[in-house]
Each structure stands twice: as structure tokens, then as C-alpha cells.
């Protein structure tokens, strides 16, 4: 069965939707706790790379000594063209490593189901080609990428963030947002942190519950298409 290496930097995140999106898509996952200690491999052992998000930059390594490793294993899945896929902080993290550029606490932030927009170089993507033109999906954060590696194509914008989505190489995905998020999760988020920005968590629970009949059929077809590229091996 193919495989795919998952690494958390958060106790508050965990692959979410996508283990059992991408059971379904005959892979399996192995997780590795950043945030516990547990080692970061130095090469890509499976068919895929997932890197979620946290409350960090992709080069917070004094607070996150994990991330120098992470964004290691991030470079030699980039050479060796093994497909990688990174949520929030770990889309930040493929930018980064990529020659991309994130700020902390950069634009306006988002919280909840958010409104995105695919973009016509979508058209052909192996992930996003002929999704919904606009759809929703759950955020979380106030880093932002403010600009895409060289090269990079620009697969989803929105409103208050315009790098929502991209593609680095032929196999390698980044998104702002958490495709891998169903409204239960808003629930622990900490409501005193979203009221300093004047959100309400009840409101975003309500929104997202609202959004998700539409949004998770979405994000399920890209994790499937994720897991398909895993079982068809490294790209070379």
C-alpha cells in the first residue's frame, strides 16, 4: 500500500479529513510529531509528503527546532520530485524553501469558511483542474505569503489573501487555507485569540457548518487526486 509521511507541528492540527480521504484513495498515512520531539526524516522513505499548519513561520526554528529538518525534507522531496502537499504553515514552508517570501502577521487576517477563486492557470493542474470556480474552505492565520517562487503557478486567489493556492514543479502544492478542516475544529480554537480580532467562534462554527455540504466534496476530490499521484510513484 502506498504511503504518505505527515508532519505535525501543532497539537491542535493532525491530518484531519484527509487520513481517511486518503484511505480511501488506497494510501495510507504515517504521522511524525515535530511538536513532540519525534524525528523528522532526512529523505523522502514514501510516496508522498503532507506538512500541516501551526502557529509559526516556516523559520521559527528557536521556538521549533523540528523546522530546519522539515524544511530539509522538503528541499530533497522537491529534487527527487515526490509529491508534497502543504496546508497553511506548511504551504508557507514550500514557499520558503521554493524562494518564496512570507511575513509574520502580514494583511488581514482570516478565520472560518473563506470564499476562494480558482484561477484559469488552474485549467490544467493534476489537483485543481475543473474544480468549483468559487468555493469555500476554513482558515486560520495571520501569516501570509507575499510572494510565490519563481516559476510557481498561481492556482487560487481570495479576497483578503491572494496566494491561496500554487504549484511548485510538477508535484509539489501549496494552500493557505485547510482543505483537511471540518467545522468540529473551530470548536478548539482559542475564542480569546479570535476575539482580540474581533471574531466570534460561534459565528465561524455556524458559517462553517453552513458552507460544508458544498466545500468537503471539493477538498475530498483534491485529496483523492493527491492520493493517486502518491500511488503512481515519485515523478521522474
Known amino acids: 500500500m502506498a504511503s504518505v509521511l505527515v508532519v505535525q507541528s501543532s497539537a491542535h492540527s493532525g491530518p484531519g479529513r484527509w487520513g481517511p480521504w486518503l484511505a480511501e484513495g488506497g494510501v495510507g498515512v504515517e504521522v511524525v510529531r515535530g511538536d513532540l520531539g519525534q524525528p523528522v526524516p532526512d529523505r523522502p522513505a514514501h510516496d508522498g509528503l503532507l506538512v500541516l499548519g501551526g502557529p509559526l ?4 526554528d528557536e521556538r521549533a527546532p523540528w523546522l530546519a529538518g522539515t524544511r530539509a525534507l522538503v528541499r530533497q522531496a522537491l529534487r527527487e520530485r515526490v509529491p508534497v502537499f502543504g496546508i497553511c504553515l506548511g504551504g508557507q514552508m514550500l514557499a520558503r524553501v521554493a524562494g518564496g517570501a512570507v511575513e509574520r502577521e502580514y494583511g488581514a487576517p482570516e478565520f472560518g469558511s473563506t470564499e476562494l477563486t480558482l484561477r484559469q492557470e488552474a485549467a490544467d493542474d493534476p489537483l485543481f483542474a475543473d ?3 468559487r468555493v ?4 486560520n492565520h495571520v501569516d501570509a505569503i507575499v510572494r510565490l517562487p519563481a516559476g510557481a503557478r498561481w492556482l487560487m486567489s481570495g479576497e483578503r489573501c491572494p ?3 500554487f504549484r511548485v514543479g510538477d508535484a509539489a502544492w501549496g ?9 468540529e475544529r473551530i470548536a478548539g480554537w ?8 474581533g471574531v466570534d467562534r460561534q459565528a465561524l462554527h455556524r458559517a462553517a457548518v453552513r458552507d460544508d455540504a458544498t466545500a468537503a466534496p471539493v477538498w475530498r476530490e483534491v485529496a483523492l487526486r493527491f492520493a493517486e499521484l502518491a500511488r503512481a510513484g515519485r515523478h521522474d
Open 163 to 165: 496566494y491561496q493556492a
Open 131 to 133: 474544480l468549483p470556480t
Open 175 to 183: 494552500v493557505q487555507f485547510h482543505p483537511e478542516s471540518g467545522p
Open 57 to 60: 513561520l516556516p523559520d521559527d
Open 136 to 139: 469555500t474552505a476554513i482558515e
Open 190 to 197: 482559542s475564542a480569546e485569540r479570535l476575539t482580540r480580532h
